[in-house]
């Protein structure tokens, strides 16, 4: 089936509805302040609920809070073709990340039923909990807790910065730790996973096509590098004498740039946090702390030997300088290959209703990522104009959202024929 003779989504009820849950944690500045917890997430997760309920679905919330809602198929195939993203935001974010994976899928489900048509396997529709970063210090908290990725034992004493329980918090958004182990059960049932995301970039913006199958996500390492040098006086030690963290860890920030430039095509590496100690004008900063990250687009050796020639050369710097160097691994994940079968389903699909389309690498990580590990999954990135993300200027055109609709329509229509 294809929908050569069907009309696509409706895309002014879409973007009506994406408009209505911007005003859930509009500020002063025009963005979105929607941290998942927070009470304009709780709001935002009862506006969908009940809209959820009205359309007639069966509702879930599992342990870690995720919000599912299932339109029953056939009957002909067992278990669930699920389509979601997340609702929550970045403080002063847009909204788009997350929300449009999420309306979309709501959207989608409505238009097949417009069109008459019943899929075989059940339709479910899924916003994980916590996909961006918050005050637990959990981002993709929904997604990896579904997986079996954080370990049930280590979250029960987990804290926000006022103290505020991880455990109390998800009781509130009818979440429950001793309900995890109903989610490990549900894997078989999830026969495969699309999620809609803005790209958050210029790829596709830059031939000015509206969509792109995603057959990837980036690996990630960050490594938060502690050195220690010794506090002086900034004006009675002189230059041959001091053990100045600060300067140490100038150089090594430099050599994450240098080493990065040299394989630009494989990776992009940053410093964007670090603390300078005592940090006063007139003395010799005897302490440093910076977080550096790389993420890998390609395969894992070269992302690795990345990763080793900068802590390389900054061992090298540290000896150099008499600074002692400790570090603390915060994250060390490959990249995350996605399904080539469901690849397929979306580019026949883009190519079935007459969209160009791109195969990219997502540099972000994204609740697919983690997906990937239970169940067939995929991701389609939608043109972001700017490539502007995480602010209030992010923005994607109504028309690449109807062309990712349309694309998306024909994706759950094919993948439910393939799949068996």
């Known amino acids: 089936m294809t929908l050569s003779k069907l009309h696509g989504i409706d895309i002014d009820r879409l973007m009506s509805n994406i408009e209505d849950y911007a005003q859930y944690g509009k500020n002063e500045y025009g963005g979105i302040t929607r941290p998942s917890f927070s009470e304009e997430d709780k709001k935002v997760r009862n506006k969908f609920i009940n809209e959820l309920k009205d359309l007639g679905l069966e509702i879930t919330v599992d342990g870690a809070a995720n919000i599912w809602a299932r339109k029953k198929g056939t009957g002909m195939k067992t278990g669930a073709i699920v389509v979601g993203s997340h609702l929550d935001s970045v403080p002063n974010g847009g909204k788009f990340d997350g929300p449009l994976g999420v309306l979309m899928a709501k959207e989608l489900l409505i238009s097949l039923e417009e069109h008459n048509i019943q899929l075989d396997h059940d339709l479910e529709i899924v916003s994980f909990t916590a996909e961006e970063s918050n005050d637990f210090n959990l981002s993709t908290f929904g997604s990896r807790s579904f997986t079996g990725k954080l370990p049930l034992e280590k979250l029960k004493d987990v804290t926000d910065s006022t103290g505020t329980k991880l455990t109390d918090a998800l009781l509130e958004v009818d979440g ?10 549900q894997y078989e049932d999830k026969k495969a996973f699309f999620e809609l995301h803005i790209e958050q970039g210029k790829r596709l913006e830059s031939q000015n096509i509206s969509v792109a199958s995603v057959d990837r996500m980036a690996g990630v390492y960050r490594n938060n590098i502690k050195l220690i040098g010794e506090s002086n006086h900034s004006g009675t ?7 100045d963290a600060l300067t140490a860890a100038s ?8 080493v990065c430039q040299e394989h630009k095509n494989d990776v992009v590496g940053t410093v964007g946090k670090a603390n300078v100690y005592p940090n006063a004008t007139n003395i010799v900063p005897g302490e440093v702390e910076f977080l550096f990250e790389v993420r890998g687009q390609t395969n894992k050796e070269m992302f690795h030997y990345v990763i080793s020639e900068i802590l390389s050369q900054c061992k090298d710097i540290a000896s150099k300088r008499g600074i002692t160097m400790e570090e603390d691994v915060i994250i060390n994940q490959d990249p995350i290959p996605l399904d080539n079968d469901l690849i397929d ?5 883009a190519e079935q209703v007459n969209e160009p389309h791109l195969t990219l690498t997502s540099m972000a990580v994204h609740d697919a990522a983690h997906m990937s590990s239970v169940t067939k999954s995929v991701m389609l990135f939608v043109k972001s104009i700017d490539g502007k993300s995480h602010c209030p200027e992010e923005y994607t055109r109504p028309d690449d959202i109807e062309a990712a609709g349309k694309v998306l329509l024909q994706s759950l229509i094919s993948a439910d024929a393939k799949l068996s």
């Open 237 to 243: 030690t002189t230059m041959d004498s001091r053990t």
């Open 176 to 185: 429950n730790l001793d309900s995890y182990p109903e989610m490990y059960r």
């Open 345 to 349: 389903v979306l580019n026949q699909s």
């Open 251 to 258: 150089e090594m920030i430099l050599q994450v740039e240098n």
